[in-house]
């Protein structure tokens, strides 16, 4: 069958700072899809290589909206899809002549696969020595770990996300969204742009290589360098933190708070306006050293008085006197508590007869704003003359 796909035939997206860039998309679920969704979103042509079944998120549901499935939504605005079988000849050799010309290429396979497909990095090279070239996998390509699943769960298992989740009642608690891909993909969009820069400047691409164990270790931040410095894995502290007290929940007559100080300062405001200056001023709780020891005794005192007060009330209290404090929202909350703050925190994208909600951007760019142009893509028809699916 003779195809008459190219790039020339994806309609050019709305200008963005990255206008004119070319990203050939071979991932799928969430950690490539989040990050070519990202760079649709700031303007670059992104066209998304499907197999005939499509990427395994079309079908991870419920929930399902309009007959598809919500989780497929969250990644992957702003691209065209086109149904290619990789292990084809002539759907193979469509998809290299797509690399030739890309700027950018994402994948997500187990290590290995794009090389044995030959559509690898050292393959494209030889055609196109400036494309950056992005791998995001589980482990790396070590003997020890190819072969290793990469689904988020794992790794935040194996990485240590879970043990510093939860509390001692619990056990081990995953986070409840698959936070390790979107670290990974934040991490490996960053790594592409600095790429795309030093391939401005000198015409030359490279790989980039993200491990989402990587990302997530180098994610845990303040808890990692208290395992490298100390020798000691941290312990699950459930809302608490490790190193900062009050910085937690605490308890209202109606449910709970989030309270934030992070200082002395803020510690002094929540006693004066709580009728606890004693505490306050005690040597006990009077460092924040001091109260991390203490931390027990202290959300005593302090509950003592928020457990008769509604969370409106504490809530009201607290931010009076420039305490960090807030409600703990469920999702309907949280975009409610975003719109009030002027944040506009959904968008709907109308493309012929379909309209799909999406959650906005956080990127404020003032000269080149984000667009929203596409929704999600349809499946399009497998081995099809028509294009791809917007």
């Not at 312990?235 to 708070?257: C, F, K, L």
Request: charged share 20%; with cysteine; glycine share 10%.
């Amino acid at each position: 069958m003779t195809r008459r796909f190219s790039w020339d035939g994806v309609d050019d997206p709305p200008a963005g700072s990255l206008h004119g860039v070319r990203v050939l998309d071979f991932s799928r679920i969430l950690a490539g899809p989040y990050l070519t969704m990202l760079y649709g979103d700031l303007g670059a042509k992104v066209i998304k290589v499907e197999r005939a079944e499509g990427d395994d998120t079309r079908r991870w549901g419920p929930p399902f909206a309009q007959g598809e499935a919500t989780y497929f939504w969250g990644s992957n605005r702003n691209k065209h899809s086109i149904v290619l079988d990789l292990k084809n000849h002539d759907d193979r050799a469509l998809a290299l002549e797509l690399a030739e010309t890309a700027d950018v290429v994402v994948e997500n396979f187990r290590p290995g696969v794009m090389d044995r497909l030959g559509l690898g990095y050292e393959d494209i090279l030889k055609t196109n020595p400036g494309v950056v070239f992005c791998s995001i996998s589980a482990f790396g390509d070590s003997p020890a770990a190819a072969d290793l699943a990469g689904y988020d769960l794992l790794v935040q298992a194996v990485g240590g996300l879970m043990s510093i989740t939860g509390t001692d009642e619990s056990g081990p608690i995953k986070v409840g969204v698959a936070l390790v891909d979107v670290l990974a993909s934040l991490h490996a969009a960053v790594g592409v742009l600095a790429a795309l820069r030093h391939r401005d400047a000198t015409g030359e691409g490279q790989r980039v290589e993200v491990t989402l164990l990587q990302a997530l270790l180098a994610s845990l931040t303040n808890q990692a360098t208290a395992y490298l410095g100390t020798g000691e894995s941290p312990a699950r502290i459930g809302n608490q933190h490790p190193s900062i007290a009050p910085y937690q929940t605490i308890r209202a007559a109606d449910g709970e708070v989030a309270l934030a100080c992070g200082n002395d300062r803020q510690f002094q405001n929540l006693c004066r306006v709580l009728g606890l200056e004693g505490v306050g001023t005690s040597e006990e709780f009077g460092t924040n050293s001091a109260r991390v020891v203490n931390r027990a005794a202290l959300i005593e005192h302090i509950e003592e008085v928020t457990a008769e007060l509604t969370a409106s009330e504490v809530i009201d209290r607290l931010t009076g006197a420039g305490v960090p404090v807030g409600p703990v929202n469920d999702i309907a909350e949280a975009f409610a508590t975003a719109a009030i703050y002027g944040l506009e925190p959904r968008i709907d994208i109308t493309a012929g007869d379909r309209t799909v909600p999406q959650v906005t951007s956080p990127m404020r760019l003032s000269r080149t704003p984000v667009r929203y142009y596409l929704p999600p893509p349809r499946l399009p028809a497998a081995h099809g003359e028509e294009g791809p699916n917007a």
